[in-house]
């Protein structure tokens, strides 16, 4: 059984920097694409980083140059590091995983993911 656990998540002042993790377990972790989404109240959840078992990564337009992620294969964990945060950072950050083909950051092609953490950033 696929199970992914985020962490990480924290109340930071604008400017400011997170780094999240994703531990995963129970398949063979470098067989599958990852990714990092968020979902704010009242919007839909969306994408914002994500890399293929390649190392090719992907970032939403509203991210890039601030947030960079990664993984540590040894440890099957994902990484977003997160910085210059904005209040518009603040959400529910969820950890996905699953075998890719096309868009690594749209959530449709995704079915296992943990159960989030929250980052808040204050202006």
């Known amino acids: 059984q696929v199970q992914l656990v985020e962490s990480g998540g924290d109340s930071v002042q604008a400017g400011g920097a997170l780094r999240l993790s994703c531990a995963a377990s129970?398949?063979?972790?470098?067989?599958?694409?990852m990714a990092w989404f968020r979902q704010a109240p009242g919007k839909e959840r969306e994408g914002v980083a994500a890399?293929?078992?390649?190392?090719?990564?992907e970032y939403a337009d509203s991210v890039k140059g601030r947030f960079t992620v990664a993984k540590d294969n040894a440890k099957n964990t994902l990484y977003l590091q997160m910085s210059s945060l904005k209040p518009e950072d603040t959400a529910m950050y969820y950890c996905?995983?699953?075998?890719?083909?096309?868009?690594?950051?749209?959530?449709?092609?995704?079915?296992?993911w943990g159960q989030g953490t929250q980052v808040t950033v204050s202006s």
């Open positions: 890399i293929n078992t390649y190392g090719y990564t």
């Open positions: 996905a995983a699953d075998w890719i083909a096309g868009n690594l950051i749209s959530p449709r092609g995704y079915r296992y």
């Open positions: 129970g398949y063979t972790y470098n067989l599958y694409s």
